[in-house]
């Protein structure tokens, strides 16, 4: 799973893995460690409680939740992203998205190969 965060904007990107155990399991997980024994951690979740895109970040853990019912649309058919805003406390807005990155994938690893 690809992270990609610019200003008030998230990204993620899955593999069709990914997508596959987003659908079975709910979520999927992610991480990158970095010297010192820190890491940056990040996951999907599927949740049936959520009416809308949100993110949070809690215990070092950057956590994007989705709704359930547009995760098993988005699973199940062409559709390519999910995208939605959240308002944050002080009226600003947080853009969120999360992509299915099925073509992109086998070339940016073969490219990298040679």
């Known amino acids: 799973m690809k992270l990609r965060i610019r200003d008030n904007s998230v990204g993620l990107r899955l593999t069709k893995e990914e997508v596959e155990t987003l659908r079975k399991q709910g979520v999927v997980s992610a991480r990158s460690g970095f010297p010192g024994g820190r ?3 990040y996951e999907l979740e599927s ?4 009416v809308a895109p949100a993110a949070f970040y809690s215990d070092n853990v950057l956590t994007v939740r989705l ?3 547009a995760v098993l649309a988005w699973v199940t058919t062409e559709q390519v ?3 939605g805003e959240q308002v944050l ?3 600003e807005k947080i853009a969120i998205a999360v992509e299915k990155d099925f073509d992109t994938c086998t070339r940016r690893d073969d490219a990298g190969r040679g």
């Not at 949740?47 to 959520?50: D, I, N, Q």
């Open 81 to 83: 992203t999910i995208e």
């Open 39 to 41: 890491e940056l951690r």
């Open 47 to 50: 949740s049936p409680a959520s």
């Open 67 to 69: 709704p359930e019912t």
């Open 89 to 91: 406390v002080d009226g």
